[in-house]
């Protein structure tokens, strides 16, 4: 059953955050929300109804990125001039952007943001590997943090699931069409089937209440203040419900950390008071769930911070090899895993570096991998991942350590299985790590540990 309103939908002054300040940035700078809009097959009918859809004056822009035939001349500009009176252009290099106009990405280009400006680039990768949905959306998530607004229509494939898990990380929205309502509905099901989204409705409902949203939204660009009185009250009352049926224990948690998400939510179902909000999750069983995955934030993706683990395989585990001459067990434990992706990328990291290392000694590798959230856990299992993770790992590690499906249906033909030699690596706990270390030398390995798939 679908989620209704998803459906439609101490005293002393308080220390600036590192995120207030950007907040308190961009607020300066007069920001306005952008929404980015991916849609492919199908695509063309529901980019039309969203525009009449449109109310006037709403104080947004609207960057369309439609896969679009790179032969062909593009025509996307006239064909949705004629159902607003949005003023449509098809965007040129280093264009600035402006609230209530349309963009439209030109063919063969892939599109990035930068304070405020599309830029245009060439497009490299073949066709069948391009994902310029997740391309602009990672820009736009980085650019404009709590005010990227990211919608995905009817279309196959996955292309910008990607993206999405970067504007929830940043704070922004996520409105996905229904997919009982779309065409084609591999891209909305792949947005819905990862967790991302915060709306699903059909298209010609989707502008008013992204319009809804923006209104209510401007709670989370408070600075952070401090949470006393009936405040406090509700947002213990809040953890107390979620401990109730969650059976995780957030009473530790940095209280306008968990209160800045309560009223993310808060903004979605249009609720002014966390008080009001309380009864509402008392009422609603579901949004429980839907706040504790809030609270999870389970944003991942391969080899996340480059940088990071170039310097993990370069110099901590050479560092750790070396430290036993005469081999042994080394042990790792990825807290928080969520889908897997940073279990699997370190299991290809330790497997690389101690082949290129070829140690004299022996070694056995056991990565624990545990996370709260057991929907999560069980896709780590699994080791199914959409093709646009492409855009995350080099082709001599996807030709290694990944194989195509090609026995599965349509929608499973745009999935990569992980490898079986990295299923080996793996050992997973999924237990709450706050209550049980699994690297503790009293479990090391209880009977609760089992093997991925």
């Not at 943090?145 to 995905?152: E, W």
């Not at 009422?283 to 609270?295: A, D, G, I, S």
Request: proline share 6%; charged share 25%.
């Amino acid at each position: 059953m679908k989620p209704p309103l998803e459906q439609q939908k101490n005293r002393t002054q308080p220390a600036i955050t590192k995120e207030d300040k950007i907040i308190q940035k961009k607020e300066s700078h007069s920001f306005f929300p952008v929404v980015g809009i991916g849609a492919s097959a199908g695509g063309l009918e529901a980019l039309e109804i969203f525009l009449k859809n449109i109310p006037p004056e709403s104080g947004m822009a609207f960057v369309i990125v439609q896969h679009l035939d790179p032969t062909h001349k593009g025509i996307m500009v006239e064909l949705l001039q004629r159902v607003t009176d949005l003023p449509v252009v098809q965007v040129s290099d280093r264009l600035k952007i402006e609230p209530n106009h349309v963009y439209v990405i030109p063919p063969n280009k892939d599109m990035s943001m930068l304070h405020g400006v599309l830029h245009l680039l060439d497009m490299v990768k073949p066709r069948g590997l391009r994902l310029p949905i997740d391309f602009f959306f990672r820009s736009m998530a980085v650019d404009m943090q709590q005010h990227a607004i990211g919608v995905i229509l009817s279309g196959m494939g996955s292309d910008g699931t990607l993206g999405l898990r970067d504007i929830k990380e940043k704070g922004g929205g996520v409105f996905v069409q229904d997919p009982a309502s779309a065409k084609f509905d591999g891209m909305p099901r792949s947005a819905i089937d990862a967790g991302l989204a915060d709306v699903i409705a059909p298209v010609e409902e989707i502008p008013s209440l992204i319009v809804v949203y923006q209104k209510h939204v401007h709670l989370l660009l408070k600075p952070s203040i401090p949470i006393e009185g009936k405040t406090l009250s509700a947002l213990e009352k809040v953890v107390i419900l979620l401990r109730t049926q969650t059976g995780h224990d957030f009473s530790l948690y940095k209280k306008n950390t968990i209160y800045r998400r309560i009223e993310r939510r808060m903004s979605i179902h249009q609720i002014e008071k966390i008080l009001d909000y309380v009864r509402f999750l008392q009422e609603n069983p579901h949004e429980t769930e839907l706040l504790f995955k809030e609270l999870l934030i389970g944003v991942t993706s391969f080899f996340r911070d480059p940088e990071a683990w170039e310097t993990l395989k370069t110099k901590a585990i050479p560092s750790l090899l070396s430290g036993k001459p005469s081999g042994g067990i080394l042990r790792a434990w990825v807290a928080g895993c969520s889908t897997g992706e940073e279990a699997y990328s370190l299991a290809m990291i330790f497997k690389e570096t101690i082949e290129a290392i070829k140690p004299a000694g022996n070694f056995k590798i056991q990565i624990f991998a545990t996370d709260l959230d057991k929907n999560a856990i069980d896709k780590a299992r699994l080791g199914i991942y959409p093709t646009n993770i492409t855009s995350d790992i080099t082709p001599q590690r996807l030709q290694r350590f990944f194989e195509k499906d090609l026995q599965k249906t349509y929608q499973k033909k745009h999935l990569i299985s992980m490898y079986k030699q990295l299923h080996a690596l793996i050992v997973e706990l999924a237990k709450n790590y706050c209550r049980k270390n699994p690297l503790c030398d009293t479990c090391p390995l209880s009977g609760s540990c089992q093997k991925f798939l």
